[in-house]
């Protein structure tokens, strides 16, 4: 734009030819730019706002006039006379509840429309709050007016449900009460249950809607206590309901009485006659002797008798129930005493049962232990003979094979007889218990101790072939193991008849590694003959039918073993060697091609042009002489592998290693003479470019530091100063490594004249001579810089400790000027002790005041370029000290009258606590009615007149107390006089009605 054009062109002229019209023209253009935009904003401001407020108005109106068509249609809303007209009335507030939620959305976003345009600063924000205020108003009071209503329909369809629930209950009432008849009960026996049957119906109706009545009270009782507007009505129903419930429960309760009592009578005859016939069963097997002739006969009756016992049990059981039956029956009954005579009568046969029934169950149970006893121990015998039959039966064993086989079986079978020794031993703990009947006594002892002998038989037989078979089986796997380690020595003897050592060295290492790993295998069976030769000599000792059989194999056997070492340590040995030479024909080839390369580098004459590109020649001398060094190892190797080889068998090779050797090893020194004459050249041009290079990077260093102290800033404040002031002190350190250095480059210059007189001597003193007066140069700069930047930090730090100085003792002053106020002694003394502390701060900063002080007279002494304001600095110190001082006393002034003050005020307030309780007790006027009494009251006067007397003593020290102050011209001396006043004039009073 024209005024962005205006302002870089002023800029450009400012650039060029600076001048302030120019520059007061550039900062007018942008405040009058700021200005339009700020105008052009205002307006587009003022003009979106308008807008923003008739979409509102007109948003509002229409929410408005929504509003008011709904209140009305909820007026004309009717809460019905009938079930159907209350749930049309409901269904249509649903629908107006739906159409106003709907709105609810439009609501939201009118009040957000508004908030957010009164958070934006509206010119019309008031009015746009209060038309959303009306308008929240008047949804909030439709909605309540809908809820009320809603209100008013629920309560209305609740009142016309329980008005049909209240009919419908009258009308079962009714219906059920023409069921009951009052002599329904007299039609005859046959009838009762047919009877009982529909009156149990009857009942179950009933109960079934109990609970319907008790909802149908609760729901009409919540809507009495909620003031239903039918509430008089709701109660009227309820009332009429209920009586007539009422009157039909207590008829059908009646019915069902004296319906149960003759269906009662009838049940209990038909219970009695099936008990007697039970009972006479259960008495007729009780009395049998029958005890079973086996365990299954015995099991029969022993089940027999338990269902017995069972049905003995549930007789008693209805015996039992029936006697309460009884009683109740025969209450009233024109047939009483029949029953209970019949029921007592049941109760005696049922206890005269009891005896032999538990009589009855011990002989089948001593019988079935018997039966039990004689089948087990007759299936072990027949067991314990069948293993016998195994055991003895003949072994034929002629390999290992089948020995392992035979133990196997045998220790099977040994496992199963160890395991069954618990059967075994449970069937004769079963016969000891039989043993305390006299029944069964004598063949119970007869049948254990067959067992008893036929087991121990059996562990014995399989002990003695246990035996036997780890005899065979031991013998039979040495014959086996020393056959198979034989064949293995044949089959390694066979390998190593061969006479081939590899033609070159991967050929032999490979040989050498397979005959390692043979002995390594070797070593393994030699660990096994050892343990076989072990087991041999056991079965030796243990006098083995085969021992001599045995002891032959075994000598066998380990002669075998020691020629197969012997014959693979002379391959192993002669494989080594084969492995050797070979590689020192190919190590000793390698390294004479290896010298011959590095002769060529050793014999260079190249000195370099410079210091730079002799460095390069000595890095890369260095290089060459680290692999040369690198090649001592390869002849180090050679020569051990030399002395080794010397005394190798013809039979491996037929190359004359000392020869070789030579030759090898008068090449090796030839290299080593011609490097050490190579170093000593390159030592010698080394020095010289040295020097040279040495000079030039001092001259540039110094230079360096030259422009580094050119600059004339000394900093700002004391931070910077200081800053500055480091630098240069680690700029002076590095001048002192900087002439240490200096220092070494004139040693070496005054060694390198006495060695190399001549041209390059009068060089090197000529280069000297530059450096040092270089050096020189830079020394003075460097002190000049060292003056400036102390000087600006003395300034600068002067300056910071005298204005924090100041601003310590002006804030501190402002706080001795305010006058606290306290409401008693304790916190005025607390404000002294606050007060006297802080004259401990003073004192303290007392020395910082010195401080400042010196160090400003110092620098007026020392002539500083700002000399005039050190002085005015000093000067307002001394000032504000003294000031401070000055606010500190008058502040204590003050503190001291505080105190003084409180002190007077407690004191008066004791005084006037005194006064009143005296005042109370003079003003009683009761004097007595006998002499004593009158004589008590008199000493009791006489008292309080020494007390008031002593009270005068106070207030005469409160008096002088008071005038002290006035006169000392306290800041509350008023106060002070009018408490004074009040204690006299108190005290006036108290003296009259003492004399009175």
């Not at 319907?212 to 009429?240: C, D, P």
């Not at 190593?496 to 590899?502: F, H, N, P, V, W």
């Not at 190399?756 to 001597?761: F, L």
């Not at 005020?905 to 009615?929: F, M, P, W, Y």
Request: proline residues 1%.
């Amino acid at each position: 734009d024209e005024f962005g054009s205006l302002i870089q062109l002023g800029q450009k002229m400012y650039g060029r030819q600076p001048s302030q019209e120019t520059e007061e023209k550039i900062n007018s253009l942008g405040e009058e730019r700021k200005a339009v935009l700020r105008g052009w904003q205002e307006k587009g401001d003022w003009l979106r706002q308008v807008r923003d407020l008739q979409l509102f108005n007109r948003e509002a109106d229409q929410l408005d006039a929504s509003t008011s068509a709904q209140a009305k249609l909820l007026e004309n809303l009717d809460v019905g006379d009938n079930l159907p007209d209350v749930e049309a009335s409901l269904k249509r507030h649903e629908d107006f509840s739906a159409t106003l939620t709907a709105q609810e959305e439009r609501v939201g976003a009118l009040l957000e429309m508004a908030n957010r345009l009164v958070d934006a600063g509206h010119y019309s924000s008031d009015t746009i709050q209060d038309r959303k205020e009306k308008v929240v108003q008047a949804r909030e009071k439709l909605k309540a007016n809908s809820a009320k209503k809603r209100g008013e329909l629920d309560e209305s369809k609740l009142f016309q449900e329980f008005r049909t629930e209240v009919g419908e209950m009258n009308n079962f009432v009714a219906e059920k009460r023409k069921l009951v008849r009052e002599d329904s009960f007299k039609d005859g026996i046959g009838n009762i249950k047919a009877k009982a049957k529909k009156h149990q119906v009857l009942e179950g109706e009933i109960k079934a809607n109990a609970g319907q009545l008790k909802v149908l009270n609760r729901t009409g009782q919540q809507m009495v206590q909620r003031n239903h507007f039918k509430a008089k009505e709701i109660g009227e129903e309820l009332s009429a309901v209920n009586s007539a419930w009422e009157s039909l429960v207590e008829a059908v309760k009646e019915q069902g009485s004296k319906l149960g009592q003759a269906e009662a009578q009838n049940d209990y005859n038909r219970m009695t006659a099936d008990i007697k016939t039970k009972m006479a069963d259960i008495k007729n097997l009780m009395n049998s002797t029958d005890t079973g002739e086996d365990m299954r006969g015995c099991k029969k009756l022993l089940s027999q008798h338990t269902a017995a016992e069972a049905e003995l049990a549930a007789v008693e059981h209805k015996v039992a129930g029936l006697g309460s039956v009884a009683a109740d029956l025969a209450e009233g009954h024109f047939d009483g005493d029949a029953i209970l005579t019949n029921c007592n009568d049941l109760r005696n046969e049922v206890e005269h049962l009891r005896t032999p029934s538990k009589n009855r169950k011990e002989a089948l149970n001593q019988s079935m232990k018997f039966h039990e006893f004689n089948f087990d121990l007759q299936r072990e015998l027949e067991w314990i003979s069948e293993k016998v039959t195994i055991v003895s039966a003949p072994m034929e064993i002629q390999t290992l094979q089948q020995a392992q086989s035979f133990g196997k079986k045998h220790k099977k079978l040994e496992e199963e007889v160890n395991n069954h020794s618990v059967v075994v031993d449970k069937v004769v703990e079963s016969g000891k218990k039989l043993l305390s009947g006299p029944s069964y006594a004598s063949e119970v002892i007869a049948n254990t101790t067959n067992l008893t002998d036929a087991w121990n038989n059996l562990l014995a037989a399989i002990e003695m072939k246990g035996n036997q078979l780890k005899l065979m089986l031991t013998a039979q796997q040495f014959f086996f193991e020393v056959a198979e380690v034989e064949s293995w020595i044949g089959d390694k003897n066979q390998s190593m008849k061969g006479a081939e050592y590899g033609k070159d060295e991967d050929s032999s290492v490979k040989l050498l590694t397979k005959h390692k790993a043979m002995e390594l295998e070797i070593d393994t069976y030699s660990g096994i003959v050892q343990e076989i030769s072990a087991v041999a000599t056991k079965l030796i000792n243990n006098n083995h039918p085969d021992a001599k059989l045995i002891k032959t194999r075994d000598d066998v056997l380990s002669r075998d073993l020691k020629n197969l070492k012997n014959t693979a340590k002379v391959r192993r040995d002669r494989l080594v060697a084969a492995i050797q030479l070979h590689e020192y024909n190919r190590e000793s080839g390698q390294f004479l091609a290896w010298i011959s390369e590095m002769m060529a580098g050793a014999r260079s004459e190249d000195t370099g042009q410079d210091y730079e590109h002799l460095e390069i020649l000595l890095a890369r001398f260095q290089e060459f002489k680290l692999r040369v060094q690198a090649g001592e190892d390869k002849f180090s190797t050679c020569e051990n592998l030399a002395k080794r080889l010397e005394s190798v068998d013809k039979d491996v090779s037929n190359v004359d290693v000392k020869e070789v050797q030579a030759k090898l090893t008068e090449e090796w020194m030839s290299l080593i003479e011609a490097i050490e004459e190579r170093d000593k050249k390159l030592e010698s041009a080394g020095e010289i470019h040295r020097f040279n290079r040495d000079i030039a990077e001092a001259l540039s260093r110094i230079g360096e530091k030259s422009a580094i102290l050119q600059t004339d800033d000394t900093g700002r404040d004391t931070k910077s100063a200081q800053s500055h002031l480091r630098k240069h002190e680690g700029f002076e350190n590095d001048l002192v490594a900087l002439e240490a250095q200096l220092q070494v480059l004139i040693d070496d210059s005054a060694a390198l004249q006495a060695r190399y007189p001549g041209e390059n001597g009068q060089h090197i003193a000529q280069q000297q001579k530059i450096v040092l007066q270089a050096w020189n140069e830079l020394q003075d700069k460097a002190a000049d810089r060292k003056a400036a930047l102390m000087s600006s930090n003395d300034y600068h730090t002067f300056m910071g400790m005298v204005r924090d100085l100041l601003a310590w003792s002006s804030g501190l002053r402002r706080s001795l000027t305010t006058e606290e106020k306290v409401s008693d002694a304790a916190s005025a003394q607390m404000l002294k002790t606050e007060h006297d502390n802080l004259k401990a701060e003073i004192e303290t900063r007392e020395k910082t005041f010195s401080e400042v002080v010196a160090l400003g007279e110092a620098m007026v002494t020392e002539e500083h370029s700002a000399v005039g304001e050190v002085k005015e600095k000093i000067e307002n110190v001394l000032t504000e000290r003294q000031k401070l001082h000055t606010a500190w006393q008058h502040k204590k002034v003050y503190l001291d009258q505080l105190i003084d003050v409180h002190f007077y005020l407690r004191d008066v307030k004791q005084i006037l606590a005194t006064s009143t309780a005296q005042e109370i007790a003079l003003s009683n006027t009761e004097c007595g009615h006998t002499i004593e009494e009158v004589e008590a009251h008199l000493k009791a006067h006489d008292a309080f007149q020494n007390l008031v007397a002593q009270q005068e003593e106070k207030v005469g020290s409160l008096k002088e107390h008071a005038e002290k102050l006035i006169k000392q011209k306290h800041f509350d001396k008023e106060t002070i006089k009018a408490k004074l006043e009040e204690v006299l004039e108190k005290r006036e009073t108290i003296g009259m009605l003492c004399t009175h």
